[in-house]
C-alpha cells in the first residue's frame, strides 16, 4: 500500500493539545511527511542576511498526524523507515548563537551542496552524510504549549543523531491521538551541535507508526539494531545526563530483574554517556547500552505492538 503523505504546507511551531490533524492513520500505517529544512526555506545563498529571517518561522514541524486508538498512557512506536534529503543543506553561525556565539562577531550563511550520499563542506572536506531528523515529538501534558525548538519529555527539538532511518522511537501518548509531528532534518550532525545548527534539509521522512498498550517505559527511548538508548533533557547538561541514566536503570530494574546495584555497576562498567545537543533552551543527553546487553526476547514482548 502507498504510504499516505502530509505536505510541508501542513506545519507546526509549537507541540500543544487541541490541534486539528493535517492526516489521520491507523496503527501500523506507513506516512511521508515533506519537510522543509529549520529556516523555513529563506536561507537560499551565502548572501542571505540572517538578520532579515523570520524567526517565528524557525524549526516547522509537519503534521500533526492523529493515530486512531492512541490514548493518553499508551506509547507511540514511531519506525524512521527512511530519510530522503534535497540538495543543498544550509548552516549558519551567528552572533549569540551556540557554544561559540560570543565569540563570532559577524553573521555567516554557508550552503553545502548534497550529492551521492556525500555533503561539500568545501571543495577539500567532503563527507558521508549521516542523514537524520534533528525534531519529532506529540501533543505534551498539560495545556501549555512547547515551541518545536524546545526538547522535553514530550519528545521535540532533541537533535540525537541517532534518530536516523533503521531507529524506532518511542514517546509517550499523552492526548486522544497523539499529535505527532517532525522536521528539522540534517544530512550530518555531530554531538553538540555546537553551532546551533547542522547541515539543515528539507526532504521526506518515511514513518511507520505503531502503539503499546500496558508497558512502562521509561520515555523518549530509542532502540536501533546496536542500542538501546533513553533520552532526557533538563536546563544544564549534567542535569540531563543524571536524568538519563535513572531512566536507564529503570528501564534494566523494572523490565530486567537488575538490582540498583547491580544495575549500577554495569552501566558505569559498559554504558555510554553521550551528548545530544547543548544549544536548545534546554540541554539533552542520552545514555546508551548495546542490545545484546538485555533479555532481547523480553525487549519484544514489552515494547511489541497492541
Known sequence: MTPERVSSSSCIFAFKQGLEPALRVQPGSDLILETRDCFSGQLKSSGDEIPDMDWSRINPATGP??????CPGDI???????IRLKSPAVMIAAPGEGVLG???EKPVTKILPLSDSRIEFS??????QEPMV???????AGEEEIPTGHPGLHGGNMDCKLLQAGSTLYLPVNTPGALLAAGDMHALMGDGEIVVCAAEAGGELELSLDLVKGSNLPLPLL????????IASAETLDEAVNRAVYKMTDLLIDHFDFTLSE??????????AEICQVVDPLKTARFTLAREEINLKKWQEITKPS
Not at 498526524?65 to 492512541?70: C, H, I, P, R
Open 223 to 230: 532502540e536501533n539494531s546496536r542500542v538501546i538508548s533513553t
Open 65 to 70: 498526524v492523529y493515530l486512531e486508538g492512541a
Open 134 to 140: 534533528g525534531v519529532i515529538g506529540v501533543a505534551p
Open 263 to 272: 544495575a549500577g555497576m554495569l552501566l558505569s562498567l559498559i554504558g555510554q
Open 76 to 82: 507511540l512506536k514511531i519506525e524512521i523507515k527512511d
Open 102 to 104: 560570543d565569540r563570532i
Open 123 to 128: 571543495p577539500d572536506r567532503v563527507y558521508q
